[in-house]
């Protein structure tokens, strides 16, 4: 089972700017797609960005994040800039399985907190 560690939150004022990081036990080069996924307090978890194979990007939060990885250092990342106190989560990263439930998903790391807070 792959494993994922995410990394990189923090608390960070409106209008701020995090860079969060996560590392695999596999090659993520091998992986058809990666993502980020977020949970919200109270909400259930939701997809916010995911990269496949062929580079093709998706964001379900558009124009504020950016969804990229570095094969070399095996490592995906997501740039978060005009961050907004609705965006205060925590962040996972998974592969990204197009025709799973996220509910169905196994094997979430333990996440990152990003608190957006003045």
């Known amino acids: 089972q792959d494993q994922f560690v995410e990394s990189g939150g923090g608390l960070v004022q409106p209008g701020g700017s995090l860079r969060l990081s996560c590392t695999a036990s596999?090659?993520?080069?091998?992986?058809?797609?990666m993502g980020w996924f977020r949970q919200r307090p109270g909400r259930q978890r939701e997809v916010v960005a995911t990269?496949?194979?062929?580079?093709r990007i998706n964001y379900e939060v558009p124009g504020r994040f950016t969804i990229s990885r570095d094969l070399a250092k095996n490592t995906l990342y997501l740039q978060m800039d005009s961050l907004k106190p609705e965006d205060t989560a925590v962040y996972y990263c998974?592969?990204?399985?197009?025709?799973?439930?996220?509910?169905?998903?196994?094997?979430w790391g333990q996440g990152t907190q990003v608190t957006v807070s003045s």
């Open positions: 596999t090659d993520i080069s091998r992986i058809y797609a």
């Open positions: 990269l496949n194979d062929s580079g």
């Open positions: 998974h592969e990204f399985l197009p025709l799973t439930p996220l509910g169905d998903y196994i094997g």
